[in-house]
């Protein structure tokens, strides 16, 4: 059976036992949607929302699960209109959008049965976006960024309103390496994606030795700084991110450009970076050192 063919007859599955859950919904197999609706009294609500996310996670389960899957996908997608409605009691949802960098696979391990709004960044982060709702940041969901119109052209973006709010960022100096940090300001994380402006070393030369302990920090050193500075890099990083009630990673980065690679360190106490040997310092040999281990065989 081919992937559409099974995909159809996951539609068919919904089509046949949303009714039973939520009365009223209507499913257009044709277009693949579903029709809900939510409200209370006379506020009454509905959205065409597609069946695409609930096709795939269903292929990739037995089909006994499928009916457990559908259900609480469905009950979710009710659940994200009515968290839609709500939003709006606090203004501007467009202009509220904030990004936040985390540890790839965080939203994978931690969401629901609705996906979230994310964007790729890497092999090693992730780039989710959330909503600032009163004094906290709510998850954005793909079902509700289609609700809420975010997803329209000339909606302000996610990342740049969260690159604006961090701008102001200015390191601290310590012992050979730099800290970004402001208190209890999650989007901090996200000077590691607005390189170009807060971590312009990264960029040049060697790039940076980076860490992001912890949502509201970000630790840096120009990447041929040297062993020692490495290690302290990696101490204030381990204990940084250690009993943090914002972590996001523990482990040191070397950012050069675009490219980005994890740096071994051990699990001593103290750490130690285990530098890539394009990173360690290379021995210089004057021309009578040369020309000496070339007349004596040295």
Same mark, same amino acid.
Request: some cysteine; proline content about 7%; hydrophobic content about 45%.
């Given at each position: 059976?081919?992937?559409?063919?099974?995909?159809?007859?996951?539609?068919?599955?919904?089509?046949?036992?949303?009714?039973?859950? /939520?009365?009223?919904?209507?499913?257009?197999?044709?277009?693949?949607?579903?029709?809900?609706?939510?409200?209370?009294?006379?506020?009454?609500?509905?959205?065409?929302?597609?069946?695409?996310?609930?096709?795939?996670?269903c292929l990739q389960?037995?089909?006994?699960?499928?009916?457990?899957q559908i259900e609480?996908?469905?009950?979710?997608?009710?659940?994200?209109?009515?968290?839609?409605?709500?939003?709006?009691?606090?203004?501007?949802?467009?202009?509220?959008?904030?990004?936040?960098?985390?540890?790839?696979?965080?939203?994978?391990?931690?969401?629901?049965?609705?996906?979230?709004?994310?964007?790729?960044?890497?092999?090693?982060?992730e780039v989710v976006?959330?909503?600032?709702?009163?004094?906290?940041?709510?998850?954005?969901?793909?079902?509700?960024?289609?609700?809420?119109?975010?997803?329209?052209?000339?909606?302000?973006?996610?990342?740049?309103?969260?690159?604006?709010?961090?701008?102001?960022?200015?390191?601290?100096?310590?012992?050979?390496?730099?800290?970004?940090?402001?208190?209890?300001?999650?989007?901090?994380?996200?000077?590691?994606?607005?390189?170009?402006?807060?971590?312009?070393?990264?960029?040049?030369?060697?790039?940076?030795?980076?860490?992001?302990?912890?949502?509201?920090?970000?630790?840096?050193?120009?990447?041929?700084?040297?062993?020692?500075?490495?290690?302290?890099?990696?101490?204030?990083?381990?204990?940084?991110?250690?009993?943090?009630?914002?972590?996001?990673?523990?482990? /040191?980065?070397?950012?050069?450009?675009?490219?980005?690679?994890?740096?071994?360190?051990?699990?001593?106490?103290?750490?130690?970076?285990?530098?890539?040997?394009?990173?360690?310092?290379?021995?210089?040999?004057?021309?009578?050192?040369?020309?000496?281990?070339?007349?004596?065989?040295?």
């Amino acid at each position: 059976m081919t992937d559409a063919t099974e995909g159809s007859v996951v539609v068919q599955a919904i089509a046949e036992l949303a009714p039973l859950w /939520l009365p009223g919904c209507e499913v257009d197999t044709e277009e693949r949607t579903v029709e809900v609706g939510w409200g209370h009294g006379a506020l009454q609500m509905s959205a065409v929302v597609g069946l695409r996310e609930i096709v795939d996670r269903c292929l990739q389960l037995p089909q006994q699960l499928w009916a457990d899957q559908i259900e609480a996908w469905l009950r979710a997608v009710v659940a994200e209109g009515e968290l839609a409605t709500e939003e709006h009691r606090f203004g501007d949802v467009a202009e509220r959008q904030r990004a936040l960098l985390l540890q790839r696979g965080w939203s994978a391990r931690t969401a629901g049965p609705v996906a979230d709004a994310l964007i790729p960044f890497g092999d090693h982060f992730e780039v989710v976006v959330f909503i600032r709702t009163g004094a906290d940041l709510r998850r954005l969901t793909v079902v509700r960024r289609s609700m809420l119109g975010l997803g329209d052209p000339g909606v302000p973006s996610p990342v740049q309103l969260s690159f604006d709010e961090i701008a102001d960022l200015r390191p601290v100096e310590h012992d050979g390496f730099s800290v970004l940090s402001r208190d209890n300001d999650p989007l901090v994380s996200m000077a590691l994606v607005d390189r170009e402006n807060l971590l312009p070393l990264a960029a040049v030369g060697s790039g940076v030795l980076v860490g992001v302990p912890r949502l509201s920090t970000v630790a840096y050193c120009p990447a041929d700084a040297g062993q020692p500075t490495a290690d302290e890099l990696a101490r204030f990083v381990a204990d940084t991110y250690r009993g943090a009630s914002d972590q996001c990673s523990p482990d /040191l980065y070397w950012l050069q450009g675009d490219q980005m690679v994890q740096v071994p360190v051990t699990l001593a106490t103290p750490p130690t970076v285990m530098l890539p040997a394009a990173l360690k310092p290379q021995p210089r040999r004057t021309w009578l050192r040369h020309l000496f281990g070339h007349v004596f065989g040295r």
